[in-house]
């Protein structure tokens, strides 16, 4: 499609959601990249303000919890270790304190940008140990785990894994068994699906009777979503699921990632940050290899959650809130000082707002 057509696609689907959108429709976009890229392409402003887009739970370092990097820290301060870990972690707090307060101090806090890099740093540095921060979703699960088994192979015995990998569906689970929760719509994210299958996020229609469609990143393909759940909330479609990204997207998913996932990891119940414990929600390092598992080599006693004051990042999580409607949002918060994640990820919605100046 060139680049004419696109723009003539664009404008045309979008008069069509405006004049479809006679009542207040609140859709949710699940992930981050969703969020980042309507973000940039304005399209809140293109949009009848009776269109509500409303960014979700899929910003893996909004909602890797406190106690989290509050145990990487107390393993810093207690063993001489090198923390390896990707650069958006880096700027969190947890109780009280960030990574990068602790390398500013003189530990050895390392970003890399894949966590195959660890394999050669644990090899060239064979007297130290290393403990990689495995966080993220069914996206990055399998490069860790790959990570593990390729360690595993090499019967390398200095680096361990302290991961907190997330599961889509039962934080959606949770939303929408809220009662009162109020959203029409779900674009789903196709990075998930391309792993997990287009079957994946079903639920959300079989079980939830709402409209969800698996979108890509581009911009027809987030409008062509939005375009395809406010025609089925106007028109009250009982059967509404869609896989709008084919091309990435098979119905069984990528058969490799999953059994990778499946040779390294079991289901557990999970922490969110602000949340809290979401039963069969994170994926755990199982008995094969536990001893890559940095909470079985290291021993830690700080199991105390201290929740930052003031920060909404719950309720921005869960869709109930927006950026702005944080009273600490732009003067006390933002990304020369993120008092919350939400404002340090670049897929958080908090940053995204500030940088983008937008209302989400
Ligand atoms: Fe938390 Fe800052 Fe966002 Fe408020 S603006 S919810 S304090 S990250």
């Given at each position: 499609m060139n680049r004419k057509m696109d723009k003539d696609l664009l404008t045309h689907l979008i008069n069509e959601v405006n004049s479809m959108a006679t009542e207040e429709i609140k859709i949710m976009e699940v992930c981050g990249t969703h969020t980042q890229m309507i973000a940039k392409l304005g399209l809140r402003t293109l949009l009848s303000p009776k269109i509500k887009l409303l960014s979700g739970p899929g910003c893996p370092?909004?909602?890797?919890?406190?106690?989290?990097?509050?145990?990487?820290i107390e393993i810093l301060n207690k063993y001489n270790v090198t923390v390896a870990t990707f650069g958006d972690l880096m700027r969190v707090r947890g109780g009280k304190e960030s990574l990068l307060e602790e390398k500013g101090k003189g530990k050895d806090v390392r970003i890399i940008y894949s966590p195959l890099d660890l394999i050669e740093m644990a090899e060239k540095n064979r007297g130290k140990q290393i403990v990689f921060l495995g966080v993220g979703f069914e996206t990055t699960a399998p490069i860790i785990a790959l990570a593990i088994k390729?360690?595993?192979?090499?019967?390398?015995?200095?680096?361990?894994?302290l991961t907190s990998i997330k599961l889509m569906a039962p934080i959606l689970h949770y939303i929408l068994k809220e009662k009162n929760h109020q959203i029409h719509g779900f674009i789903c994210p196709g990075h998930v699906a391309t792993i997990k299958g287009s079957g994946y996020?079903?639920?959300?229609n079989k079980e939830y009777h709402i409209p969800a469609a698996v979108c890509g990143f581009e911009a027809i393909d987030i409008v062509a979503g939005i375009y395809y759940l406010v025609k089925q909330i106007t028109q009250e479609e009982e059967e509404s699921f869609k896989n709008l990204y084919e091309r990435c997207v098979s119905p069984q998913g990528n058969r490799t990632a999953n059994l990778l996932i499946d040779e390294v990891f079991n289901i557990a119940d999970g922490e969110w940050r602000g949340i809290g414990n979401i039963e069969n929600s994170s994926l755990q390092m199982n008995e094969k290899y536990a001893r890559f598992d940095a909470r079985k080599a290291f021993v830690v006693e700080n199991q105390q959650v201290k929740v930052s004051m003031g920060c909404d990042c719950k309720d921005i999580l869960l869709g109930k809130k927006t950026p702005r409607e944080c009273k600490l949002f732009k003067d006390r918060c933002n990304p020369m000082d993120p008092l919350g994640p939400c404002m340090v990820s670049t897929e958080g919605a908090c940053a995204i707002a500030y940088r983008y100046g937008e209302e989400i």
């Open positions: 370092v909004c909602v890797t919890e406190e106690k989290y990097i509050d145990c990487v390729t360690a595993s192979e090499k019967g390398i015995d200095n680096l361990y894994f996020f079903k639920f959300i």
